[in-house]
C-alpha cells in the first residue's frame, strides 16, 4: 500500500478513518485477484499455476514426493504449505494435469489423501501438451523478485470447464461445474467450423443429472443432480453412485436423519461402497420401493439443487460469462497460441536454412580456404570471408552478419566430400518443405487449429467418456411421498386439533409435512398446518388430511342461514386455499348454523330426510332431499334453498354413488411415471376397481392399479395399458437356447397386483419382441435389407390357440439379425400368406 493511504496530510501520526477506507477494498482486490477467482485465459487461480509451474521446473519424466513439490511452489506462492498441498490434492483428484501415485483420498467417500511425504506426483503427458511453452510465455516476477514466475500459462485446452473451479472472495464467488473432457473438444471443433454446440456438466462421480435450467452456468441457473438408486429386490434398494459434491458418508447420514425424522421407514442402511459406490437400503415390512425412492430424492442427499455461477478473472476484473462464451474465449485463445507457435517456429526454420545455406556454400564454393591463408589479423580473416560471400547474396534471404561468419569460423574444418555437401543439400530441401507446410498452417490456421484438437482427443480422449447421465427429473410432492409418522387427534368441543392431544379422538395417521382441512358447525372452513395444539373455533365436524387440487373430493353441505332462517344444500370442492384462513361457507350471519355434512373422496351424492319443526306452519313436515340435484360449485357459493322453515333433524336415508367420471390416467413414458395432468400416453377412464396391464422386456406381466407414486422404468416397459380381464395377450419372443422365435397367446390367469409373473421360457438371454391385446391381430415380419427386403402377414388368431400363460408357446420361425416385427390392427383388404415362405 501507499504511503497515504496509512497517513493523514499533515500529520504524522496513523489515520485511522483512511485505513478503514482503503484496506478493506484492498484486501477484497487482493483475495478476488490472487486467491479465490479463476483466470479466463488458463483457467488456474494463482497457487495453481504456480504449482504447475514448480512442477515443470522439476519435471524429469519420474515421480516427485509432494511434499518436495510442496517446498518448490513455496518460492513463487506466498501462503504456508498447508495450502499449497489442499490445492495440489484437490487437481490430483480431478486425474487431468497431474498423475498420482499412493493414496491420494477418493472424492465419493470424502477419505483424505495421505500425509504430502507418503504420496507422488508428476505433470501428465497432457498437461506437458497443452499447458506449457516457454516461448509463449509472459514473465514476471515472484513475490521476492528472486524468480520468474508465468502470468498465465499457455492453455491450449478449455480446462476452466473440464475441471471446474469453487471459490468465494470478498463480496463475490465463483462456481463453475466440470464438463466432459471429449464434449469439449467436440464443441471445440464446431466452434471453429462455425456451428451451434451445447455444454452440459459431467461429473466424475457419475448420477444423473437435470440439465433444463442450467442457463449456460450463468448466475440464476441450476442444476438438479441426483444418485442412481435401484431396486435390487422389493425390500431392498441399493444407491450406485453419488452426486456431485456428496460423499457416501454424508449421504448416509442424511438418509438416517430423514428416516430418525419419520420422513423415510427403512430397518438398515450399510455402506458397501469399495471400487464402486455401493450403499444398501432394507425397507421396513409393508414399505413401497417406489415411494422410498421418491422419498430419498425428496427428503435426503440423493438429490442435490446446484446453483452455478461462472465468475473469471479477465483483464484484472472479474467477469460473469456463461460456458459458451469461456468454450469461444479459450478456443479463439488456443487458435492465437497456435498462431504464435508457428510463427515462432516459421522464424527459426528460416534461421536455420539460412545458416545451413551459408554452411553449404561455405564448404560447396570453398569459402573455408580463407582461414588456410595467411591475413595479418583476425579481422582480415573475417573480412575476406564476408567478401567472398557477396557473390552469392542473391541465394540468401538475409544479409550475412559477423555472427554468421564468426559461427562459420567456429565450425571444425575437415577434409570435405561431395556426400556433406549432398547431405547440406538434403537439409535445405527438408527445411523449405517444413517452411512451406508452416506458412500453409498459418494461411489455414482455423484448419490447423481442428486438428489440433482432433489429436487432443484421439491420444487422450479414451476412457474420458460422459460419466453423468442427462435426463429430466420428474417433480416429486413430498407430501405424496412422506411416510405417515405422527397422529393427529381433534377436541370437538374445545376447537382444538393436534398431535399432541392423545387424551381426546384420534382422526388419522399423518405426515408432518401434511395439511389439515377443519370444518365447524358455525360454517368456518380452515386450513393449517400439522402442529402439536392448533385452536381452529368450537364445535369442530369435520377434520381431514387436505390434498391440494383435488377435484374429486366433494363435500356435501345443508345449513341455515343466521339472519333469514333460510336452509340451503350445497355441493362444493375445495382444490386452493391460504393457509391458516377463516372461510365463511354459509351467507355470513354469526348465527348461521351447519345442520347437514358430508365429505365424499369420489362426488358421491346421498339421499337425506329431512324434519321440519312440529310447530311450523309447512303442510308437509318431512321431506327426501336429493343432493345429486345439486350442481358442484365454489366453496364461497350460496347454494340452492332446502326450505325456509325451520328444520328439526336430518338423517341419512340412502347413500350415494359417484356422480364424478372415473380418473382419466396419462403413462409419461419420459419419466415412467402414471399422472392426471394429460402428459404422455392416454391409458383410459379409470373407476376404483380397474387396473393397468403392464408388459416388460424380459418377458413379464403385472397387473397395477393407479397409485400415481408407482414407478416403471421406460426402458423396460415394452407395453402398458388398460386392463381388460377378457382380452387376450399375443407375445412374439426370442428363445437363446434354440435360436428362434416363439409366439404364444395366454389370457392373465393371477389376481395379485403389483408382482411381476415371467410368462415366457426362462433364460437370461429371452426377451419379449412384439406384444398386442388385439382381438385378430396380424404380424407384420420383415426380413433381409436392401433389394432384399421380404415382408410377410401372419394372421395369428387363426395359427395359434389360446394356451395358459405359463406354456412355452410354437416356434413362429427361426432367428434372423435383420428382422422387424410389428402389428397390424385392422384386417387387410387382400388375402395375404398366413405362413413364413
Same mark, same amino acid.
Given at each position: 500500500?501507499?504511503?497515504?493511504?496509512?497517513?493523514?496530510?499533515?500529520?504524522?501520526?496513523?489515520? =485511522?478513518?483512511?485505513?478503514?477506507?482503503?484496506?478493506?477494498?484492498?484486501?477484497?482486490? &487482493?483475495?478476488?485477484?490472487?486467491?479465490?477467482?479463476?483466470?479466463?485465459?488458463?483457467?488456474?487461480?494463482?497457487?495453481?499455476?504456480?504449482?504447475?509451474?514448480?512442477?515443470?521446473?522439476?519435471?524429469?519424466?519420474?515421480?516427485?514426493?509432494?511434499?518436495?513439490?510442496?517446498?518448490?511452489? #513455496?518460492? &513463487?506462492?506466498?501462503?504456508?504449505?498447508?495450502?499449497?498441498?489442499?490445492?495440489?490434492?484437490?487437481?490430483?483428484?480431478?486425474?487431468?494435469?497431474?498423475?498420482?501415485?499412493?493414496?491420494?483420498?477418493?472424492?465419493?467417500?470424502?477419505?483424505?489423501?495421505?500425509?504430502?511425504?507418503?504420496?507422488?506426483?508428476?505433470?501428465?503427458?497432457?498437461?506437458?501438451?497443452?499447458?506449457?511453452?516457454?516461448?509463449?510465455?509472459?514473465?514476471?516476477?515472484?513475490?521476492?523478485?528472486?524468480?520468474?514466475?508465468?502470468?498465465?500459462? $499457455?492453455?491450449?485446452?478449455?480446462?476452466?470447464?473440464?475441471?471446474?473451479?469453487?471459490?468465494?472472495? =470478498?463480496?463475490?464467488?465463483?462456481?463453475?461445474?466440470?464438463?466432459?473432457?471429449?464434449?469439449?473438444?467436440?464443441?471445440?471443433?464446431?466452434? *471453429?467450423?462455425?456451428?451451434?454446440?451445447?455444454?452440459?456438466?459431467?461429473?466424475?462421480?457419475?448420477?444423473?443429472?437435470?440439465?433444463?435450467?442450467?442457463?449456460?452456468?450463468?448466475?440464476?441457473?441450476?442444476?438438479?443432480?441426483?444418485?442412481?438408486?435401484?431396486?435390487?429386490?422389493?425390500?431392498?434398494?441399493?444407491?450406485?453412485?453419488?452426486?456431485?459434491?456428496?460423499?457416501?458418508?454424508?449421504?448416509?447420514?442424511?438418509?438416517?436423519?430423514?428416516?430418525?425424522?419419520?420422513?423415510?421407514?427403512?430397518?438398515?442402511?450399510?455402506?458397501?461402497?469399495?471400487?464402486?459406490?455401493?450403499?444398501?437400503?432394507?425397507?421396513?415390512?409393508?414399505?413401497?420401493?417406489?415411494?422410498?425412492?421418491?422419498?430419498?430424492?425428496?427428503?435426503?442427499?440423493?438429490?442435490?439443487?446446484?446453483? $452455478?455461477?461462472?465468475?473469471?478473472?479477465?483483464?484484472?476484473?472479474?467477469?460473469?460469462?456463461?460456458?459458451?462464451?469461456?468454450?469461444?474465449?479459450?478456443?479463439?485463445?488456443?487458435?492465437?497460441?497456435?498462431?504464435?507457435?508457428?510463427?515462432?517456429?516459421?522464424?527459426?526454420?528460416?534461421?536455420?536454412?539460412? &545458416?545451413?545455406?551459408?554452411?553449404?556454400?561455405?564448404?560447396?564454393?570453398?569459402?573455408?580456404?580463407?582461414?588456410?591463408?595467411?591475413?595479418?589479423?583476425?579481422?582480415?580473416?573475417?573480412?575476406?570471408?564476408?567478401?567472398?560471400?557477396?557473390?552469392?547474396?542473391?541465394?540468401?534471404?538475409?544479409? =550475412?552478419?559477423?555472427?554468421?561468419?564468426?559461427?562459420?569460423?567456429?565450425? $571444425?574444418?575437415?577434409?570435405?566430400?561431395?556426400?556433406?555437401?549432398?547431405?547440406?543439400?538434403?537439409?535445405?530441401?527438408?527445411?523449405?518443405?517444413?517452411?512451406?507446410?508452416?506458412?500453409?498452417?498459418?494461411?489455414?490456421?482455423?484448419?490447423? !487449429?481442428?486438428?489440433?484438437?482432433?489429436?487432443?482427443?484421439?491420444?487422450?480422449?479414451?476412457?474420458?467418456?460422459?460419466?453423468?447421465?442427462?435426463?429430466?427429473?420428474?417433480?416429486?410432492?413430498?407430501?405424496?411421498?412422506?411416510?405417515?409418522?405422527?397422529?393427529?387427534?381433534?377436541?370437538?368441543?374445545?376447537?382444538?386439533?393436534? !398431535?399432541?392431544?392423545?387424551?381426546?379422538?384420534?382422526?388419522?395417521?399423518?405426515?408432518?409435512?401434511?395439511?389439515?382441512?377443519?370444518?365447524?358447525?358455525?360454517?368456518?372452513?380452515?386450513?393449517?398446518?400439522?402442529?402439536?395444539?392448533?385452536?381452529?373455533?368450537?364445535?369442530?365436524?369435520?377434520?381431514?388430511?387436505?390434498?391440494?387440487?383435488?377435484?374429486?373430493?366433494? /363435500?356435501?353441505?345443508?345449513? =341455515?342461514?343466521?339472519?333469514?332462517?333460510?336452509?340451503?344444500?350445497?355441493?362444493?370442492?375445495?382444490?386452493?386455499?391460504?393457509?391458516?384462513?377463516?372461510?365463511?361457507?354459509?351467507?355470513?350471519?354469526?348465527?348461521?348454523?351447519?345442520? @347437514?355434512?358430508?365429505?365424499?373422496?369420489?362426488?358421491?351424492?346421498?339421499?337425506?330426510?329431512?324434519?321440519?319443526?312440529?310447530?311450523?306452519?309447512?303442510?308437509?313436515?318431512?321431506?327426501?332431499?336429493? +343432493?345429486?340435484?345439486?350442481?358442484?360449485?365454489?366453496?364461497?357459493? #350460496?347454494?340452492?334453498?332446502?326450505?325456509?322453515?325451520?328444520?328439526?333433524?336430518?338423517?341419512?336415508?340412502?347413500?350415494?354413488?359417484?356422480?364424478?367420471?372415473?380418473?382419466?390416467?396419462?403413462?409419461?413414458?419420459?419419466?415412467?411415471?402414471?399422472?392426471?395432468?394429460?402428459?404422455?400416453? /392416454?391409458?383410459?377412464? +379409470?373407476?376404483?376397481?380397474?387396473?393397468?396391464?403392464?408388459?416388460?422386456?424380459?418377458?413379464? /406381466?403385472? *397387473?397395477?392399479?393407479?397409485?400415481?407414486?408407482?414407478?416403471?422404468?421406460?426402458?423396460?416397459?415394452?407395453?402398458?395399458?388398460? @386392463?381388460?380381464?377378457?382380452?387376450?395377450?399375443?407375445?412374439?419372443? /426370442?428363445?437363446?437356447?434354440?435360436?428362434?422365435?416363439?409366439?404364444?397367446?395366454?389370457?392373465?390367469?393371477?389376481?395379485?397386483?403389483? !408382482?411381476?409373473?415371467?410368462?415366457?421360457?426362462?433364460?437370461?438371454?429371452? @426377451?419379449?419382441?412384439?406384444?398386442?391385446?388385439?382381438? !385378430?391381430?396380424?404380424?407384420?415380419?420383415?426380413?433381409?435389407?436392401?433389394?432384399?427386403?421380404?415382408?410377410?402377414?401372419?394372421?395369428?388368431?387363426?395359427?395359434?390357440?389360446?394356451?395358459?400363460?405359463?406354456?412355452?408357446?410354437?416356434? *413362429?420361425?427361426?432367428?434372423?439379425?435383420?428382422?422387424?416385427?410389428?402389428?397390424?390392427?385392422?384386417? $387387410?383388404?387382400?388375402?395375404?400368406?398366413?405362413?413364413?415362405?
Amino acid at each position: 500500500m501507499a504511503d497515504n493511504h496509512f497517513f493523514t496530510s499533515g500529520d504524522s501520526t496513523t489515520g =485511522v478513518q483512511g485505513q478503514y477506507r482503503t484496506w478493506f477494498l484492498d484486501y477484497a482486490s &487482493y483475495v478476488i485477484l490472487e486467491r479465490a477467482v479463476p483466470a479466463l485465459l488458463d483457467g488456474l487461480k494463482p497457487v495453481q499455476r504456480r504449482i504447475l509451474h514448480a512442477m515443470k521446473e522439476m519435471d524429469d519424466g519420474r515421480f516427485n514426493k509432494v511434499a518436495n513439490i510442496i517446498g518448490q511452489s #513455496m518460492q &513463487y506462492h506466498p501462503h504456508g504449505d498447508a495450502s499449497i498441498g489442499d490445492a495440489l490434492v484437490n487437481l490430483g483428484q480431478k486425474d487431468l494435469l497431474i498423475d498420482t501415485q499412493g493414496n491420494w483420498g477418493d472424492v465419493r467417500t470424502g477419505d483424505v489423501a495421505a500425509a504430502s511425504r507418503y504420496i507422488e506426483a508428476r505433470l501428465s503427458k497432457f498437461a506437458l501438451e497443452v499447458a506449457f511453452n516457454a516461448k509463449t510465455t509472459n514473465w514476471q516476477l515472484s513475490y521476492d523478485g528472486r524468480k520468474q514466475e508465468p502470468i498465465h500459462l $499457455p492453455m491450449k485446452f478449455p480446462l476452466l470447464l473440464a475441471q471446474g473451479a469453487d471459490g468465494i472472495a =470478498v463480496g463475490l464467488s465463483t462456481k463453475i461445474l466440470p464438463h466432459n473432457f471429449c464434449e469439449l473438444i467436440e464443441a471445440s471443433i464446431k466452434h *471453429l467450423k462455425g456451428k451451434k454446440f451445447e455444454l452440459f456438466p459431467d461429473f466424475q462421480t457419475g448420477g444423473m443429472i437435470d440439465v433444463s435450467q442450467y442457463q449456460q452456468g450463468k448466475r440464476g441457473g441450476k442444476v438438479r443432480v441426483r444418485a442412481n438408486i435401484e431396486e435390487l429386490d422389493k425390500k431392498t434398494l441399493v444407491i450406485k453412485s453419488v452426486p456431485y459434491g456428496v460423499t457416501t458418508g454424508t449421504l448416509v447420514d442424511s438418509i438416517i436423519k430423514a428416516n430418525d425424522q419419520g420422513k423415510i421407514k427403512i430397518k438398515k442402511v450399510t455402506d458397501a461402497t469399495a471400487k464402486e459406490v455401493e450403499i444398501q437400503i432394507e425397507l421396513a415390512p409393508g414399505i413401497s420401493t417406489d415411494i422410498t425412492i421418491d422419498a430419498l430424492y425428496a427428503f435426503t442427499d440423493c438429490e442435490v439443487s446446484i446453483s $452455478p455461477n461462472a465468475c473469471v478473472i479477465f483483464d484484472n476484473k472479474p467477469r460473469f460469462l456463461g460456458v459458451d462464451e469461456l468454450l469461444r474465449n479459450s478456443v479463439d485463445h488456443t487458435k492465437s497460441l497456435l498462431h504464435q507457435e508457428l510463427t515462432i517456429k516459421l522464424a527459426e526454420l528460416e534461421a536455420k536454412w539460412h &545458416y545451413t545455406s551459408l554452411e553449404k556454400i561455405f564448404f560447396e564454393e570453398k569459402i573455408y580456404q580463407e582461414l588456410e591463408k595467411k591475413h595479418n589479423t583476425w579481422e582480415l580473416v573475417l573480412e575476406a570471408i564476408e567478401k567472398a560471400f557477396v557473390p552469392f547474396q542473391k541465394q540468401l534471404k538475409q544479409k =550475412v552478419t559477423r555472427e554468421d561468419v564468426l559461427k562459420l569460423t567456429e565450425k $571444425p574444418v575437415r577434409r570435405i566430400y561431395k556426400l556433406d555437401i549432398d547431405d547440406l543439400i538434403r537439409q535445405i530441401q527438408g527445411i523449405e518443405a517444413e517452411i512451406k507446410q508452416v506458412k500453409f498452417d498459418i494461411e489455414h490456421l482455423n484448419d490447423f !487449429t481442428i486438428a489440433y484438437y482432433e489429436n487432443l482427443l484421439k491420444k487422450f480422449g479414451k476412457g474420458r467418456e460422459r460419466k453423468t447421465e442427462i435426463k429430466p427429473f420428474d417433480h416429486i410432492k413430498v407430501q405424496q411421498v412422506a411416510i405417515a409418522n405422527t397422529k393427529i387427534y381433534v377436541n370437538r368441543q374445545e376447537g382444538f386439533i393436534g !398431535t399432541s392431544l392423545k387424551k381426546d379422538e384420534f382422526i388419522t395417521d399423518c405426515s408432518d409435512l401434511d395439511d389439515i382441512i377443519v370444518f365447524t358447525r358455525r360454517g368456518i372452513m380452515k386450513v393449517v398446518k400439522v402442529g402439536e395444539k392448533v385452536f381452529i373455533g368450537k364445535d369442530i365436524i369435520h377434520v381431514a388430511i387436505f390434498r391440494k387440487n383435488d377435484e374429486r373430493t366433494t /363435500y356435501n353441505m345443508i345449513y =341455515v342461514d343466521g339472519a333469514s332462517g333460510v336452509s340451503y344444500g350445497k355441493r362444493f370442492n375445495v382444490t386452493g386455499i391460504t393457509r391458516d384462513k377463516e372461510y365463511d361457507l354459509t351467507k355470513g350471519s354469526d348465527k348461521s348454523k351447519v345442520h @347437514y355434512f358430508t365429505a365424499n373422496a369420489n362426488g358421491e351424492a346421498e339421499v337425506v330426510k329431512i324434519q321440519l319443526s312440529p310447530n311450523c306452519t309447512a303442510r308437509n313436515k318431512e321431506l327426501d332431499f336429493y +343432493f345429486e340435484e345439486l350442481e358442484i360449485k365454489g366453496r364461497s357459493s #350460496m347454494g340452492n334453498q332446502v326450505t325456509k322453515y325451520p328444520i328439526r333433524s336430518i338423517k341419512l336415508k340412502e347413500k350415494g354413488k359417484s356422480t364424478l367420471e372415473g380418473i382419466k390416467v396419462w403413462f409419461d413414458e419420459q419419466f415412467g411415471r402414471l399422472n392426471t395432468d394429460e402428459k404422455g400416453k /392416454y391409458l383410459g377412464t +379409470f373407476e376404483s376397481e380397474d387396473k393397468i396391464l403392464v408388459i416388460y422386456k424380459d418377458g413379464s /406381466y403385472e *397387473l397395477t392399479d393407479t397409485e400415481l407414486t408407482q414407478r416403471f422404468d421406460p426402458e423396460k416397459v415394452l407395453m402398458i395399458e388398460q @386392463y381388460d380381464a377378457d382380452s387376450v395377450i399375443t407375445a412374439v419372443y /426370442y428363445d437363446h437356447e434354440k435360436s428362434q422365435f416363439t409366439i404364444k397367446r395366454f389370457k392373465i390367469e393371477t389376481t395379485t397386483l403389483k !408382482t411381476q409373473y415371467r410368462f415366457i421360457k426362462d433364460g437370461l438371454e429371452n @426377451y419379449v419382441v412384439a406384444a398386442s391385446t388385439e382381438e !385378430t391381430p396380424i404380424l407384420i415380419v420383415q426380413t433381409g435389407r436392401g433389394a432384399q427386403v421380404r415382408k410377410a402377414k401372419f394372421k395369428v388368431a387363426k395359427m395359434v390357440e389360446i394356451m395358459g400363460w405359463k406354456a412355452i408357446g410354437a416356434k *413362429l420361425m427361426d432367428f434372423t439379425k435383420s428382422v422387424e416385427m410389428q402389428w397390424e390392427v385392422t384386417e $387387410p383388404a387382400v388375402d395375404q400368406p398366413e405362413l413364413f415362405e
